[in-house]
Nanobody, 123 residues
Framework: QVQLVESGGGLVQAGGSLRLSCAVS????????MGWFRQAPGKEREFVQG????????YYADSVKGRFSISRDNAKNTVYLQMNSLKPEDTAVYYC????????????????WGQGTQVTVSS
């Protein structure tokens, strides 16, 4: 079965940058759309960005437009989230997830999930 492992989270000052990685097991990575979600304490899980199976299209939330960028390297079975100009309100556990072919913004559409990585942005 498909397994996803996130890494790259940590503590950063407001205005700083982080790059999250999600390593995906299995031979069918190139067939999946990938998404990044985040969840802060007491809040619902929120869509951040998604990318199609071939990287030709991306889908993003207004809250991170112009600051975050999703990409994938199918040869390495890895998807990335480059996070720039970080704000305290970006603090959350970040999850990667997989579904078929094209991304959506609904967590319920994704069948495979990683365990999450903590991102904390200080003032």
């Amino acid at each position: 079965q498909v397994q996803l492992v996130e890494s790259g989270g940590g503590l950063v000052q407001a205005g700083g940058s982080l790059r999250l990685s999600c390593a995906v097991s299995g031979r069918s990575f190139s067939s999946y759309a990938m998404g990044w979600f985040r969840q802060a304490p007491g809040k619902e899980r929120e869509f951040v960005q998604g990318i199609s199976w071939d990287g030709s299209s991306t889908y993003y939330a207004d809250s991170v437009k112009g600051r975050f960028s999703i990409s994938r390297d199918n040869a390495k079975n890895t998807v990335y989230l480059q996070m720039n100009s970080l704000k305290p309100e970006d603090t959350a556990v970040y999850y990667c997830a997989a579904k078929g072919l094209y991304p959506t913004s609904s967590a319920n559409d994704y069948g495979y999930w990683g365990q999450g990585t903590q991102v904390t942005v200080s003032s």
